[in-house]
Structure formats: structure tokens, C-alpha cells
């Protein structure tokens, strides 16, 4: 076998692991949000935007690239639109373009695009519930004080709420430890 055909690298190739050119590289990359701007979760604590543009000026090969990007609620994003200007010493040629990743240029739009989540509204719904335990434990140990036989109907008709949304106040102040817990024997 002859020399000339023996490919030699100093990696080996490995099959679906792509190389890093070494003509290829991000001067910079700047990101704005498109309106309507909806935000999706990425993690406990980050968000991106369901559609914005990216911009970016390349080292290699010179030129600047701006691309739009959509996000669905799979989380998978695509690029929607994608525009090349060049200059007039290295215009576009069909070897440009192959040097323009558009793999690696979606990964860092998304790495610049993604932004700390803001808290939901779980949070405060969570606090809103705790504050109607509240008001139901210092109703539910009113009602019991006066002998009531069902403090949990006093609740009720008190806060206005039903029976059921009543039991679940009244089962979170004893989570709180606002109320004690029933004794088992004294149930039956």
C-alpha cells in the first residue's frame, strides 16, 4: 500500500463527532429579542426568548452574520432566517459559506440569549395560601375555644369558601404547624 494513501492524522477520525475548524471563529455576538417576546424555560433559574434575532461579526472568515431564531415549546430552536455580508477582499464564495457554522453560531446565539428566569407566580400563590392557612387557624382554634363540634364548617362560612377549599387550609396550617395534627383515636 502505498504511503500516499495512508491518511495521517495526529486525532482519529471519530464518526459523529465534528471537528472544530480551524478556520472558523466568533469575534463577537449580540442578541435582541423580537416581538411578541414570550420567554421559555430552559432550567430552574434561566429562561430564552421564543424568537429573536443574533448578530455576529466573525474573525474567520471576515464577515458578519445575523440570524432569526425560533424557539418552540419543545425547546428545540431553529434558525428561521440567516443573512451573510461580506467584503469585497474575501467575498462570498461557496468556500465561505462552508466555513459559516450555523450549528455553532445557534449554540452561542442561545448560550448570549438566555437570561435569568423570573420568578412565577407560584411563589406568591404559595404565599397567598399560607396567609389563608393562617386566617383559617386562627379561625378553626376561635371556633374549637367557643366548643364548636366542626371548626372546619366555622371556617368555611367564615371565609366564605366551600367545605373542600376549607379542609385544604386547614390541612396546610397543620403543615405549618399552625394547628396541631388530629388525634387518631379521637376520630372514630
Known amino acids: 500500500m502505498s504511503r500516499a494513501l495512508v491518511r495521517e492524522s495526529r486525532q482519529p477520525y471519530r464518526p459523529g463527532m465534528p471537528r472544530q475548524p480551524k478556520n472558523f471563529s466568533i469575534a463577537w455576538v449580540s442578541v435582541e429579542p423580537l416581538s411578541p417576546t414570550g420567554y421559555l424555560p430552559t432550567g430552574p433559574d434561566t429562561a430564552v426568548p421564543t424568537n429573536f434575532l443574533a448578530s455576529f461579526a466573525l474573525e474567520q472568515p471576515p464577515a458578519s452574520v445575523t ?13 428561521v432566517d440567516l443573512a451573510i455580508r461580506a467584503n469585497a477582499k474575501e467575498p462570498i464564495t461557496t468556500s465561505v459559506l462552508r466555513r459559516v457554522l450555523v450549528d455553532q453560531l445557534l449554540s452561542r446565539a442561545l448560550a448570549e440569549a438566555t437570561v435569568p428566569r423570573e420568578p412565577t407566580d407560584q411563589p406568591r400563590h404559595r404565599r397567598k395560601v399560607d396567609e389563608e392557612a393562617e386566617l383559617a387557624a386562627r379561625i ?6 367557643t366548643g364548636s363540634r366542626a371548626p372546619t364548617m366555622a371556617v368555611a362560612h367564615t371565609m366564605n ?25 379521637q376520630e372514630g
Open 161 to 185: 369558601r366551600s367545605r373542600a377549599q376549607a379542609s385544604r387550609y386547614v390541612r396546610r396550617a397543620r403543615e405549618l404547624g399552625l394547628l396541631p395534627t388530629p388525634d387518631p383515636q
Open 140 to 145: 378553626y382554634l376561635e371556633a374549637v375555644a
Open 67 to 79: 440570524i432569526e431564531v425560533c424557539v418552540g415549546a419543545d425547546l428545540r430552536p431553529v434558525v
